[in-house]
């Protein structure tokens, strides 16, 4: 357990290859958490940048945001649910534990998401680096998983590794082929809804869709010892590393200044957005379009942790789509407010809120239906990609761009207003209910 409660944060500036102390977190006196305030001699540097919105250079301390225990923009850097489960264990801890936030600072890997880290010294950064082959970590990952035992010298071996990223399913930031990526790992939850194959292929439907994602790769990686399956293993290119650098990444949830764990309005995340983007009214267009893949592809996980933005001190703009993972099974909610307060999970419901993305109202629906096109026309090559079942499959094919799911969006008047014939969507744009396939994966 690390002894300091004052740890220091230092960040990779645009261009530059090594870090520099960018300031302390100590007990704030306004309100639990830790404030932070920046170094003097961050604050000197010619090229200084504010690391988030709510950080404007300036040598006052910032309070903590409530609910986050610190300022947002430096919580964004910290592990969550999965890397905490991952440093509890180490410690015999039960995942329920909740240690300070220093510990989990001070104790995950270095190479994490953004230009942060966090370090006891201001004078000497050392970085907590990862390690150990995909199947090693993928193997720990498992065992952890599974609450399995692992042994303490592998435990210790891979921790930087499996605790850089963010996020509540295993994974890891690795490197392969000389190129790094975001590892997710297959848990028992798989062989329920096939989360790992499904998310493979909506990163495929939504690049037919238009919308930027990472290069993504499904590998098998083979257990050793007791256990002689073979796990799958998604591997998405890490979009914070630019040729070796470090960009500066913040989440939905920092840009919006919306401070509790759940909840958030896309409304308001867009019209934060809107001063910080370097072109405001592509902005809106940017959002709605997600959101409306996300709903076509049945991606409920929704939350404002689940969209990222680059930050260059003064412009905040959209990373690449990630987390497009779609829970096959069970009836989908929506976790974060479209407009006026709903979470309905419904095309139809987006589309009504259209004024709040800077849209007009035959705009937002030809959108909408572009993206059911684009599931429809493309998931059954999108589930080929992910190497799904026949099962899995056709609960993919049956349970995404349902007919709940897009309401009465008129696909005929939105055709004709772009001069298209009705066309025949081989049954299966489906017209009828959903009802989920009786199959077994
Ligand atoms: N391609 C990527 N490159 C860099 N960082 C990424 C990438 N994809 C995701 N991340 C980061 O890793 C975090 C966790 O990823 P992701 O949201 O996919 O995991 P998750 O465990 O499924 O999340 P959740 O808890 O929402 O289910 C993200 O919040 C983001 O900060
Ligand atoms: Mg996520």
Redesign the pocket.
Known sequence: MQSSDTPFVWAYLPDEVAPVVAGVLAPSNVRSGLAFRYANSYLARPNRIALGPELPLDSRPFPPDIGHGMPSTIRDAMP?S?GRQVINRELGRGMEDKLSDVVYMLMSGSDR?GALDFQESSAEYRPRAGGGSLRIVAEAAAAIDNAEPLGADRERAVRNTLTA?????P?AYVTLDGREW?A?FETPYDRVSPLIKAERAAIYVAEQAGIDV?TARLLRVARQGVDPRSDLVLL?????RDAGRRRM?L?GMTVAQHHLPSGGSYPQLLEQLRPLSTSPPKQGRELFSRLAFRLAMRID?D?L??V?FFWDGEHAEFTPA??L?PDLVGTPTGLTDIGDGSREFSLEALVSKYAYYHLGRDEARDIALAMVDAVVDHRADAADVAEMTEAEKALLVTSTATRDIIGSLNRTAARASRGEQPRDRLGRFDEKPHTPPDVTL
């Open positions: 969550d999965w998401v990223a963010g996020g509540s399913q994974k975001l997710k990472p998405t290119e890490r979009f914070d990444v989440s996980d939350h942790r689940n990222a990630f987390d993972s």
